[in-house]
Structure formats: structure tokens, C-alpha cells
């Protein structure tokens, strides 16, 4: 399958193949032909399957067909749970939509709106946003939703965690009745089926990599470790691999600064990025670690939604995260879009719960691997 066999349009085709995508990743395949078809579509996908690019070319496509301008309005409202994902999600636009005549602006919180406003006065056809901030400018009378066509809830299982649903739930009734909806979530809890329910019309389901079983291209094995001796750990594995890029994954803020500040003092350059630092601090150090400078990012799972490395090969659980659900969505940062990565895993006496947690829900063991750093 090409993504012109697809029924892309040429000016969406350059860019793609500027940009190297070859084929359509399995969601992209599956979701575009309904989207360009006009249909709501529920998409069970985590970051790394290609989602953003699935909705994301039909949404120009259509948009171009209907030959909107500057003054049109807000066409599309993209709405994502983290400033980073958002970012991500705009940067991608910006790419694929370099051949058309259609603007787009992104807004998120924690920084002054002056600039936000100032773009959305320039008149915007996408926006991509986080639901705090818009709902703030929408009441402060800078953006009118009522020209909507197309709405995209992505990450919703994440906007449910991280408490926006009464902002969601003031954005709705803002929209037209008459649109097209575009829902993904990584896991389908019970409360996310109700949520796509009231906002989705005869959706088209769409699923790839289902929760329970992560990209087969992870390398994944497991350290059981004193927590006391895991810093030791992730140092010699740093060192032995050779590791030039890795996301570390700590439970805590003061856990991720704890490690960062250590691989530094080691001589291994790491930075944490957590909800306590500035968005400032966030994006420069993102940044550092997109263009190696970094060569270590310790994060928290909220931190981390987003991230977006291209063929990050090593992705390390310093400490197990409680919720199964949240390992998956941690490898599945590594080995994305068909390249191949590695899951190494830390856990101590107290993990061992989650541990288990984690292999009935993968429904399959997880390499052990002995080491000299117990006592
Ligand atoms: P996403 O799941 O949308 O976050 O995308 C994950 C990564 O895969 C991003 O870096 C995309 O640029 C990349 N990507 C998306 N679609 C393709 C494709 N068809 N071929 C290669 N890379 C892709």
C-alpha cells in the first residue's frame, strides 16, 4: 500500500516523501480512507503508530478540497493533553501542509498568550491546543468555535488522567452538532468508552497495537535490583552499551532530578524534566536531547507524554510504574514507526506487584537478566 494508492493528493505526497515516510504505517492505512470518507472514527493507538499523521493528512486533504482561506475560521480543533505532544502535533501540520494555503497555530499553557493571541488574531484554519488554555481564551472572547468541521480528541485516555474532563466538557457544546470526530486513546477504559460514546457518531473502530500486546520490535528484559544499587545499574548499562541516547523513566519529580543530577556527576550528560520545571527548562531540554547533546533524558510519565525522538533506541524503567498500562506506553517510545528498540527494566522487592502486573498483561515473560550489583 502507497500512501497515493490511499488517495493522498499530490501537494500532501512531497512532503511525505521529503520527510521519508515510504508507506503508511497499519492506522494510517486503516484510518484514512474513512476519514477522507467523512466518517468519526475511534482509534485505539499509542504515540509511536503513526496517529498523528492519520488524522492528521485527511484533515488537510479535506480542508484543501473545501477551499478554505485565512478568514474561514477554525475549521479543525486538535486537542492534546500535554504542551509537548501539542507542539508535536503542530510541528508535523506545519510539515505536511507546506504545499497548502492553510494556517495553523498551537496553544498551550504555563506561558504569557500574548503571542498565542496575536496569532489566532491572524486568523487560524487548525488549531491544536490543551484544553485548559483554550477554554481560558475562549472565555476571554479569542476563539469562536462555532465554524468547526473537524474534532480531534487525541490522547483522550491521558486527558482523563491528568483531570481535564470538565474542561472537555465545557469545550463540546461549543462545537457545531455537525462535524466530523476523531477520538484516540492508548488504552479503552471503561470511562473513555463513555466518553467517546456521547461525542462520537457511528464511529469506524480502528485499533493497532493493542495494549496487551507492544510493538514485537522491543527488546525487552528486566533487572531485579536493590533500589539502593539501581543508580550503580543504569551507569554501567549506560557505559557498556555504549548508549548514546536513552529515556530513563523515574515515579517521582524528585526521583528523576535525583538521577539526572548523578548521571551527570558520572560524566554522562542527563537533564529531568518533570511538572515542576519551567516550560522553558522543559523544552530546552528536550531540545538538547533531540540534537545530542543530552544523551540522557530522565522523565516522568506525564513529562514524557509527547516526547517525540525519532528511532529513540533505549528506553529505561528505573523504577516499575503502578499501572500496567503505563510500561506499555513507556516502551512504546522506543522502536517506533518500524525501527528497532530496547526496554530495560528495574525492579525492586516493592515492585514485584507491578512487575507481575506488567507480564499478565503482555501475556509473556520478560527476559531476566543477572548482574553483580545485589549487596
Ligand atoms: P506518532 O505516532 O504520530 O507520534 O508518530 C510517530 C513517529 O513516526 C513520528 O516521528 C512520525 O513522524 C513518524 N511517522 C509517522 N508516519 C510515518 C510513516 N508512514 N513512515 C515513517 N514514519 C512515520
Redesign the pocket.
Known sequence: MTFKELNLIQPLLGPLDK???????PI?EQSIPHLLGGRDIFGCAQ???????AFALPILQMLDAAKIGPRSGIKALILAPTRELAIQIHE?IVLYSENMNISSTVIFGGINQHSQVQSLKKGVNILIATPGRLLDLMQQGFIKLNMVTHFVLDEADRMLDMGFIHDIKKIIPKLPEQKQTIFFSATVAPDIKKLADTLLKKPVSVEVTPVASPSELVDQSVYFVDKNHKRTLLKHLIKENNIQQALVFTRTKHGADKVAKELSKSGISAEAIHGNKSQNARERALAGFKNHEIRVLVATDIASRGI?V?KLGYVFNFELPEVAETYVHRIGRTG???SEGVAFSFCDKEELPYFKGITKLMKRDIRKVEHPFNN
Not at 19 to 24: L, N
Not at 47 to 53: E, L, P, S, V
Open positions: 520527510m521519508g515516510y515510504t508507506k503508511p504505517t494510517q504515540t509511536g503508530t503513526g496517529k498523528t499523521a508535523n517525540d525519532d517506533r514507526a518500524g
